[in-house]
């Protein structure tokens, strides 16, 4: 498993990946090609332009897997959230993908805290989190997160590790 950035080609496969389970925990409607290409064209932005978001393809051999972000917020901290295709799941290719990138994000963001927010009921997700050394921080204020429901915030701190 490696990450990568990824490039407008990749849309496809990345579009492929989507399910419903996905679009349930993110609280959107299915993506068309272009949806995912302005997705993939923004995310190329924030590599070029030193901006506050870093994406990347979850790669597993030649096949792409899913997605990791890392966010950096207004107050100094940057969330983190990730996305793992039917055929990866469940094999710790999200833990693992979390982990690089938060590593990369402390060494070349300068970031120390990272947040994950993640819904009550999404018991993989939270195990995600907590494997990747998250500890469990509380209810999410309503301004961490665009979602309705019961999120968590999970908190994990690079200068503890």
């Known amino acids: 498993m490696n990450l990568r950035e990824l490039e ?6 990345w579009l492929a990946g989507e399910d419903e389970e996905q679009l349930r925990w993110f609280q959107m409607p299915a993506a068309s090609l272009q949806d995912v290409e302005r997705a ?15 994406q990347w393809g979850i ?3 030649e096949s792409l897997a899913g997605g990791v972000e890392v966010r950096v917020r207004e107050d100094g901290r940057a969330n983190v959230s990730y996305v ?8 710790g290719h999200a ?7 938060v590593a990369w994000a402390a060494e070349h963001l300068a ?20 494997r990747a050394g998250f500890t469990l921080d509380g ?17 994990f701190s690079s200068a503890r590790s």
Do not use: C, K
């Open 139 to 155: 209810a999410a204020e309503p301004w961490e997160h665009a979602e309705s429901g019961p999120m968590l915030r999970y908190v």
């Open 40 to 54: 993939i064209e923004r995310w190329r932005a924030g590599w070029r332009d030193d901006g506050p978001v870093r």
């Open 59 to 61: 790669w597993v051999d």
């Open 84 to 91: 793992v295709f039917p055929p990866f799941r469940r094999q």
């Open 111 to 130: 970031v120390e805290e990272f947040v994950a927010v993640i819904d009550e009921r999404n018991l993989a997700s939270r195990e995600v989190a907590e």
């Open 8 to 13: 407008l080609s990749d849309a496809p496969a």
């Open 95 to 101: 833990t693992a993908a979390v982990v690089l990138a």
